[in-house]
Every structure is written in C-alpha cells, then in structure tokens.
C-alpha cells in the first residue's frame, strides 16, 4: 500500500519541481488572494496530478497485473490524496511563514476542508467515466456551475437570513466539528463509491 | 501432469461479442501457444486469466486458487508481457523498477539488473523512446525478475524484426530449461509456435477448437488433396472444409487416420500447418458447400 502511494510521487517528479515555485508565485503575486485559496491549489495540486496519470487504461492494466486488490489501489488513492495534502500544506505554511505572508488557522481548516470535498466529489466520477471524457465532464461542470450559480443566489437571498441566524447562533466549535463531521462522512461515501466502481470495472 | 491454468465452462459477454463456454487447461512446464485470428477472443480470454475481466460464468483457477481472496497470491507469481505498453511513458526504466520491484515479495535486483545487461536495455532513457522490441524486452525482465512461475505473453512477437523475434524464441526456450516455468504466449505468426510449443490452444469466434499437444494436432490435422469425384456425402464428412477447383479438390481434415484408410492412395495427404488450420478453420461455416 505505501508502495502505491510512494508511486504518486514517483511517476511525477518533474511536475513536483514545479510545486513550489507555483505556490511562491501565488504568495508573490497573489497578494490578493485569500490564504486559503492558496492551500486548496496547493493540497490540489499533488493528487490530482497523480491522478491524471492513472486516467490511462493501460496504467490500470499495470496496476491490476501486480499483486495488488483493487480494494488497496482504491485506498492508497484516498489515503494517499490526505497525506499529501497534509504535505503540501505544512510546505505551503512554511512558504507563508518565510514570505511573512498572513495566514490563519482558519484559512488552513478551511482550505484543507474545501479541498478534500473536492476529492470527495472528483475521484468517483473520475472511475466512473471513461478515459478520455474527463475533460469534456470539467466543461459540463463548469457550464452547470455557471448556469445553476444564478438560481441558488436567489435560493440563497431568499433563505440567507435564516441561515446566517443558525450559524450564528451555533458555536464555533459546535459548527467545526459539525463541517468536520460532514466531510469525513463525505469522503468515507465517496471511497466507498469509488470502491464500488472500480471493482466492476473492466480493462 | 499439473494444470496452472484451468478454465471451466467460462463465458463471458460483451455487446458484440462472447467468449462461449471456455474449457481450457494449461500444462505445468510447457509452453503453451495460444492461436486464433483478430478477434476471436485471445485478448479477453487473457484478459479473464490476470482478473482484469471477471467471468460471466463458470470458474477461473490459476495454481489451482479462485481469484477471490487469493489475488495477490496469484499475481505474485504470475509474470505478463502484455501487446501494448502498459508502463509510464514518461519514466526511465530506473523508475519503473522503482514502482513494479516493492510490489513483488520474491523481486530480486540481482536478475533484473542481468537481464538489463543481456538485453542490452537503457536505464535512464524514458520508455517512450523504447522500440516495440525493447519495450516486450523490458516488460519481459520485469516477468522474470521475481522469479515468476508462469508467464502470459499477449503476441509478444507481434511487431518485431526477424531477427530479434528469433532472438527472443530463443531467450524463451532458454527461460524454460529448467523446468520449473510455464509459458503461455498469443500469436499471429504460427512459425514462432511451431519452433517452441509443446501445447497449441486455438480460438476461434469465442470458442476453443481445440487445446491439445503439438505432437496430436500434427497427427490429426492434414491437408487432403484429389480428384472431385472422390467427394460425396461420406467423404466431405471427414473434411473441415473442401475447396474445389477444376483441378480437383484440396480439403482440411482433423481425422488424418480415418482418411487414410477411406480413401487410401486415392488421395495426397500432406500435413497441414498451423496456418493451414487456421485458413481452413476459419472458412469452416462453408463447410461442405
């Protein structure tokens, strides 16, 4: 199983000399972005890559040729895409710390929170579709996005109130640990869909 | 004798496709060759031997073990040169030693890096450079790496020069001397089988036509040729498929004895080659048109 995480690293080294230089520009020039925008691109960035390269279907005749069960090449995805998003951001706070850039923890929570709902969302309907339409499902997400945003600000105007009275009503702690509750909940569903996909995949 | 592979009444379906009740045993310490044209279920049925497709029905064992619960062990003991490259394009074979040598308990660095030697292969230059040649060469050195006990080859042959297909013939013979491993390889070029197989299994719309030694199918099979008037109901009966032209006819048999003692001095026999089986075969549904 670390083997199969350990490969993540492996199979893009040449991407990973560019991770840091990436974030710096973010930290250099991104002054006005939120520090938790740039922890959500930083945990992205690792994962998705490595994911990107297992797209292939003859990456995954390889993977199921080796003496591993689809159950352990789907966990180290999951497992692997926390550990190294936790390295990414503990690098990423470091860069913010040598740069004096701003941060708080709440940025890092939030940042850490928003990207692994990402991955939550993203890797089922990556097993799920064939290789090759992944792009095309990005644009059909995007439009979705662009076209639904308009109804659900209404939605929201019209429900905002409340919902901001609950939240403030709720205590900080009480609303962390329910988003946290929430996420893990999220993304056990998620392994567990991909899980169920993979196994009746065929290659 | 042991069966490795075993396969019982396996089907499976696809839209356009079936694999149709498959029986098929391959034999410990022997080669295998496992022939049939484009299509006729080679890939798939391969495909079902490494768990990359799960059967229908029927039943799938490799050293005598179900896939279920009993992959990992299988796989650690199986080596696969697949027709296509399977490795990260982009990675050096260093790399990719890196990422297949941890899966494997048996990995042993000492061969790999003999076989790198003997088959003369780069370690720092990225696979996508690789011939189809060095590509079969390196998938081929991972195989016998971890000291793998049966060896699936997906037309490894496919693609190569002649003179690196006969080289490659003779690294396979070479692997199989001591006894201890099983070979099983697909191909188009019968040649190649008739210089190292001991069993032949042929495939043909999704069906297994036969699975026998080499030695057997020789015996059976034969090419007959004479006169058209020899033909009738009786005799076309002994045949696959008949071809008449002006001259006489020429026809595939799989019952070599029985035409011999039939029709005798009537007729030539010839013995018919793998290809010859295959041609003939695959215009059977004419069959005594």
Sequence with gaps: MINLIRRDLIIQK???????????????????????????????????????????????????SLPYTR??????????????????????IVLFSL????FTWTDIAIGAGITLAMFAFAFPLFYLLKPGYIGTAIVIGFILLVIL?????????????????FFASASTTILYL???????????????ISQMIYQRKAF | MKNIVEFKNVTKCFKDFSLENINLQIKQGYVTGFVGANGAGKSTTMKLMMNLLQADT?????????????????????????????????????????????????????TFYNYIKIFELPLNKAIKTFSKGMQMKASLAMALSHDAEFIM?????????????????????????DGRRTLFFSTHIT???????????????????????????????????????????????????????????????????????????????????????????????????
């Design chain 1, 149 to 165: 945003s308009q109804p659900a600000i209404t939605f929201l105007g019209e429900y905002l109130t409340p919902i901001v009275q």
């Design chain 1, 71 to 92: 159950t352990q090449i789907i966990a180290s995805r999951y497992i692997g895409a926390i550990f190294y998003m936790a390295v990414s951001i503990g690098i990423t």
């Design chain 2, 153 to 177: 080859m997906d037309e490894p042959t496919a693609g190569l020069d002649p003179v690196f297909r006969r080289e490659l013939l003779d690294i396979l013979q070479e692997i199989m001397e």
């Design chain 2, 58 to 110: 029927g039943e799938v064992k490799i050293f005598g073990m179900d896939y279920a619960g009993n992959e990992k062990e299988i796989k650690e003991r199986m080596g696969f040169v697949y027709d296509s490259n399977v490795f990260y394009e982009s990675l050096n074979l260093k790399d990719i030693r890196r990422i297949i040598a941890p899966a494997y308990k048996n990995w042993d660095d000492k």
């Design chain 1, 99 to 102: 740069f004096n850039r701003a």
């Design chain 1, 178 to 192: 329910s988003s946290a509750g929430i996420l893990i909940v999220l993304y056990a569903a998620s392994w567990l």
């Design chain 1, 14 to 64: 040449f991407q990973l000399y560019l991770f840091i230089p990436c974030i710096l520009f973010f930290i250099i020039f991104g002054s006005h972005l939120s520090a938790f925008f740039i922890i959500v691109f930083a945990g992205f960035f690792i994962p998705i890559n490595a994911y990107s390269y297992d797209e292939k279907a003859e990456t995954n005749i390889l993977l199921n």
């Design chain 2, 191 to 289: 040649s190649d089988l008739e210089r190292i197989a001991d069993y032949i299994t042929f495939i043909q719309k999704g069906k297994i036509l036969f699975n026998d030694s080499m030695q057997n199918v020789q015996d059976r099979y034969a090419l007959v040729k004479g006169s058209i008037d020899l033909l009738n109901q009786d005799t076309e009966k002994l045949f696959i498929k008949t071809e008449r032209s002006s001259y006489g006819f020429q026809a595939l048999t799989n019952d070599a004895a029985e035409v011999k003692i039939l029709l005798g001095d009537r007729v030539v026999v010839e013995e018919a080659t793998l290809e010859d089986i295959m041609f003939y075969a695959k215009g059977a549904k004419h069959q005594n048109v």
